[in-house]
């Protein structure tokens, strides 16, 4: 059974840093490419950033690009979102995702999903 995990979601005020991460179990972890989106209330689940296989690629949505960081540690089943700056049109739910071939900015690529962490914050 296939079950990605995040957390480290919660209320923060704008400007400090929140770490997301999203742990993986269920299948071959180093085979697939993770992604991050993100759904605010009344809005469509967007992209947030990607990460290949290997790590050796990234992609990120322009609304992040230079304050937010995705990463993996390949040994530990676990991808990592480093937000820093953070700003309250950032407030959403937060999901990460698992697709088989290459990455991705489409979630319709996307084989597996989390349940989703809150991030939340205050100006």
């Known amino acids: 059974q296939v079950q990605l995990v995040e957390s480290g979601g919660g209320l923060v005020q704008a400007g400090v840093s929140l770490r997301l991460s999203c742990a993986v179990s269920g299948l071959t972890f180093s085979s697939y490419g993770m992604g991050w989106f993100r759904q605010a209330p009344g809005k469509e689940r967007e992209f947030v950033a990607v990460?290949?296989?290997?790590?050796?690629?990234?992609a990120y949505a322009d609304s992040v690009k230079g304050r937010f960081t995705i990463s993996r540690d390949n040994a530990k089943n676990t991808v990592y979102l480093q937000m820093n700056s953070l700003k309250p049109e950032d407030t959403a739910v937060y999901y990460c995702?698992?697709?088989?071939?290459?990455?991705?900015?489409?979630?319709?690529?996307?084989?597996?999903w989390g349940q989703g962490t809150q991030v939340t914050v205050s100006s």
């Open positions: 990460i290949s296989w290997k790590g050796s690629s990234t």
């Open positions: 995702g698992a697709l088989r071939w290459g990455i991705a900015t489409k979630s319709g690529r996307y084989d597996y």
